[in-house]
């Protein structure tokens, strides 16, 4: 069995390529994930489903972990082999072990620039495959399991698909593309705080503040609860991790874009694979003795 490699091209190789129903089933997925981010701004303030405030984001839980499973089994079916299977191990296991490094210290969690570099050199079908498995394994090895992991999740799927959907994989190299990786790491490190606010926003509305989830507030008023939310809890976090995605990117981005590269091109995830039969030996030339 022969693996044919070819010669070394600018075309990026990725270690799964979508498929419609990939495709598919991650806009299902999504769509869902902002109905269980979103559903305070989304639903009116008469609506049945502000009675169950303290009841929907369990619901909305439940229901994004099984959506996240099929997203990410529809995906490895899509080409996901034991090569990338392997590379998926040993990144997501790096990732969990980077994040408990800034547990409990304001915004140091350098989880974040290595899902920005993975997902841009590996591709979005890997990238949220990568972010969602992450998440659940630095979950498990911190004790973060909760209500709050789905969205998690989907949160870090999003963010590291989002890295390989930047433009110019193909062409873009350099310090370019750094520093665009390093705008986008800083500017999805905010996203991701604000979505994860939206995620557990809702309880609480038991705290009688002018912060706080008001199901028979309006549209409004609730985005300026919220924003108020945003800003009195979350914006140094935010700013921490934004910051460090920024400096890590910028400084060990390089190098690590480089080796990512190069183990993709040895693991050879798109080379397709041949078999030729042995040639025969001509019976007028029979194998000399000795040799």
């Known amino acids: 069995m022969t693996t044919t490699t070819g010669r070394r091209t600018d075309r990026q190789a990725r270690a799964v390529r979508l498929g419609p129903r990939s495709w598919l089933a991650l806009a299902l997925v999504s769509a ?5 981010f979103g559903w305070p701004f989304l639903a009116p303030p008469a609506s049945s489903l502000n009675a169950h405030a303290q009841d929907a984001p369990w619901l909305f839980a439940g229901l994004l972990v099984l959506l996240v499973a099929v997203v990410a089994a529809t995906i490895s079916e899509s080409g996901l082999g034991p090569k990338a ?3 998926l191990g040993v990144l997501a296991a790096a990732g969990a072990a980077l994040r408990p490094i800034g547990a409990g210290t304001a915004g140091l969690e350098p989880m974040f620039f290595l899902m920005v570099l993975s997902g841009r050199v590996l591709g979005p079908g890997f990238g949220f495959v990568l972010g969602s498995v992450t998440m659940f394994a630095s979950a498990l090895l911190t004790g973060g399991v909760g209500p709050w992991l789905p969205f998690q999740m989907l949160a870090m799927g999003w963010f590291t698909t989002g890295a390989g959907l930047l433009p110019g994989p ?16 800083f500017l999805a490190a905010f996203a991701y705080g604000t979505v994860m606010n939206m995620a557990g926003w809702p309880f609480m509305s038991v705290l009688a503040s002018n912060i706080s989830f008001s199901p028979d507030a309006s549209l409004p008023a609730n985005l300026a609860r919220f924003a108020a939310y945003c800003l009195a809890t979350s914006l140094g976090w935010d700013l921490g991790r934004a910051l460090v ?7 060990v981005g390089p190098s690590l874009l480089k080796a990512l590269r190069r183990a993709t091109r040895r693991a050879a995830f798109e080379a397709p694979v041949t078999f030729e039969d042995a040639p025969e030996r001509s019976p007028a030339h029979p194998p000399r003795p000795g040799r």
């Open 32 to 36: 869902v994930g902002v109905a269980g």
């Open 85 to 87: 299977v392997a590379m």
């Open 245 to 251: 995605t920024v400096v890590l990117t910028l400084t």
């Open 170 to 185: 193909d062409r873009l190299r350099g310090r370019a593309e750094v520093w665009m990786l390093a705008g986008y790491g």
